[in-house]
């Protein structure tokens, strides 16, 4: 596997200190993701699958397992996050009835025996997993034969307009790189996923100025965690320089636009067992 360049390289706990900080303002301000995460659930309307066991992978404060929990209300659900505070807010989702097996683990080292789940539902959360690869074998390996990944991650075109108003002001990362949905292809494929099919969207929200646009993305945990990002605080003449930058992208309706690139994916585990991409002392076994 090739080294991650460094402009697409995060700081991951800088990623779990940012979502664990947004924990008590994330379900109000993560328009955007509960709109994806209800598009993408509406996929399950065309598949036949019943599954006994779901992850939410990347569950975050439960937005998503909350539409999982009502859909199939037979299976078992893993509502899994690296944040403890998001946590916390998942497990509560259901009723007392029902509620979902929450779970604190790293995407990379899923405490999760092979081939015991039948659908991964992962709703934007795949940004944050570099190098990307290493995170879909490890889907692979616990994805039962015949099992469905159905995911939604950002593209390339996500937050241009913000990544352009910075560069007119300095050369630093202000927002990291996202992954283009062809190379997404590819390495399910190479991980061992059989009829990949992945496409994507647009979206635009808009603000009336850049300091709501930057206390919306903080409020959600999006805040900068690229590896090549300046250290220390923005001081005013720096938001004063991007927001002057950023001016002549303001639209005819008086606000300004941050673009979103939204790829949403499918991919089915085969009958084979899944390809060894994982060193042993990297697998664990679930126990409830």
């Known amino acids: 596997m090739s080294r991650i360049p460094p402009e697409f390289a995060l700081d991951k706990q800088q990623v779990r200190r940012a979502f664990s900080r947004a924990a008590e303002s994330y379900d109000e301000a993560a328009v955007l993701q509960r709109e994806v995460g209800e598009r993408l659930s509406l996929r399950l309307d065309y598949i036949r699958l019943q599954p006994d066991v779901i992850l939410d992978l990347g569950a975050g404060s439960g937005l998503v397992t909350e539409l999982l929990l009502r859909r199939f209300r037979k299976a078992t659900l893993l509502a899994v996050d690296f944040s403890e505070p998001m946590l916390k807010r998942a497990k509560r989702r259901g009723s007392w009835r029902r509620r979902p097996r929450a779970v604190c683990a790293d995407a990379l080292r899923l405490p999760i025996a092979d081939e015991a789940v039948d659908l991964v539902f992962s709703n934007l959360m795949l940004q944050w997993c570099r190098p990307l690869e290493p995170y879909l074998a490890e889907v692979r390996r616990v994805l039962a034969r015949g099992g469905l990944f159905l995911f939604s991650t950002f593209g390339p075109d996500t937050l241009k307009e913000l990544r352009q108003a910075w560069r007119a002001v300095d050369g630093a990362a202000h927002a990291h790189e996202f992954i283009d949905m062809h190379d997404i292809g590819d390495m399910l494929l190479n991980c061992g996923f059989s009829e990949p099919v992945v496409n994507m969207e647009m979206f635009t929200l808009t603000y009336p100025d850049v300091i709501r646009l930057m206390r919306d993305l903080k409020a959600v945990g999006a805040t900068n965690a690229?590896?090549?990002?300046?250290?220390?605080?923005?001081?005013?003449?720096?938001?004063?320089?991007?927001?002057?930058?950023?001016?002549?992208?303001?639209?005819?309706?008086?606000?300004?636009?941050?673009?979103?690139?939204?790829?949403?994916?499918?991919?089915?585990?085969?009958?084979?067992?899944?390809?060894?991409m994982m060193p042993d002392n990297m697998k664990r076994v679930f126990s409830a």
């Open 226 to 276: 690229a590896v090549t990002r300046a250290r220390g605080l923005t001081g005013t003449g720096g938001l004063e320089a991007v927001a002057a930058a950023y001016e002549p992208l303001r639209g005819e309706d008086g606000r300004l636009p941050l673009s979103y690139e939204v790829i949403y994916g499918a991919a089915w585990a085969p009958d084979a067992p899944a390809p060894s």
